[in-house]
């Protein structure tokens, strides 16, 4: 009878030894994690072959065996045994796979921790939070921002869509800051949602997207279709991607990452800043009827919860 038993998630680890890459999460091999690991490297010159080949992946993937045997030192039947080891057929595939483990993210391999106690990493946080701050705040179209923020506050009926962690997030708050001026909003977070929202929209209703990769496939397609049926759309996202292409107005955030994978992206910090721009905008767009929403919103939290007007505006 088949075997109705998971696969032991070591054997990955394990068939590497026995000669053959360690693999990524599809079962492709994943070279450069074996490159990294230097597991089944018997010889000094191989892990040194190893070595060289991780300080310059690049020029590895497109050098000859000669190029690389001179440049690590060694012989290039050392660097044939070194690929079969690697459970290649031979040199020409071991630069193939190569190839397509570079796609991986190298950061993700030798991750840099460049803090470690309590007091820097609050230090490190804080700072990168400053920094996306400033270099969004420097770098945004405020014309993009103004009309975006036009759009919102005139339109009927505000869908904002958006996927994964960060932009779930993104759109759920722009929810929360605009019901409370007024503005009919559904957030939606869900692809095949999204898609029948944009079928279903009217005339007149703005779809608001955020993106933070601007590779999100499902959200340029619903963008698409909207653009097809007349449906303004606004994208917050990086200039000159795929969903940047797609929306009518742009707002752009571009901001480095650096390379330490155990911090979340301060890019969250830029993208927030964005959505308290734009509901200050849509704000003063009609303030006595900001004013008076917001009033009657604070009068119910007082009356049923704080006592007082001494707490944080809104909740």
């Known amino acids: 009878m088949p075997n109705s038993q998971s696969p032991d998630p070591r054997s990955a680890a394990r068939q590497h030894s026995d000669g053959q890459a360690r693999t990524d999460s599809t079962g492709a091999p994943d070279i450069i994690a074996t490159l990294v690991s230097e597991e089944g490297l018997v010889s000094a010159l191989e892990r040194k072959l190893a070595q060289e080949i991780l300080k310059d992946v690049d020029f590895a993937t497109g050098a000859s065996i000669t190029e690389i045997a001179e440049r690590a030192g060694v012989s290039p039947p050392t660097v044939t045994r070194f690929c079969r080891r690697l459970g290649c057929a031979s040199f020409s595939d071991f630069k193939v796979q190569l190839a397509k483990s570079a796609y991986v993210g190298l950061r993700y391999l030798n991750p840099e921790t460049p803090t470690t106690t309590p007091a820097e990493i609050a230090e490190d946080i804080v700072t990168k939070a400053q920094n996306a701050l400033f270099e969004a705040h420097r770098g945004l ?22 996927a994964g962690g960060n932009s779930s997030m993104i759109v759920n708050e722009l929810q929360n800051r605009l019901f409370r001026l007024g503005c009919r909003i559904t957030a939606s ?14 005339p007149g209703a703005v779809v608001f997207g955020s993106s933070f990769s601007g590779r999100n496939v499902e959200l340029r ?33 571009d901001l480095p990452e650096g390379r330490n994978i155990f911090r979340a992206t301060s890019t969250r910090y830029a993208f927030l800043a964005v ?33 007082d007007d001494r707490q944080i505006l809104g909740d």
């Open 275 to 307: 959505i308290d721009i734009i509901a200050n905008l849509v704000a003063y767009a009609d303030r006595d009827r900001s004013a008076r929403l917001l009033r009657g919103i604070k009068q119910q939290l007082i009356r049923h919860r704080d006592g």
């Open 221 to 253: 397609r619903c963008f698409q279709l909207l653009r097809e049926r007349g449906i303004r759309t606004v994208a917050l996202t990086q200039a000159g991607s795929p969903v940047a292409q797609a929306a009518d107005v742009v707002i752009a955030i």
């Open 189 to 202: 977070t869900d692809h095949g949602l999204n898609l029948m929202q944009a079928a279903a929209a009217e």
């Open 141 to 162: 179209d405020l014309d993009a921002v103004a009309k975006a923020a036009g759009l919102l506050a005139d339109a009927p009926m505000i869908y904002a869509f958006g």
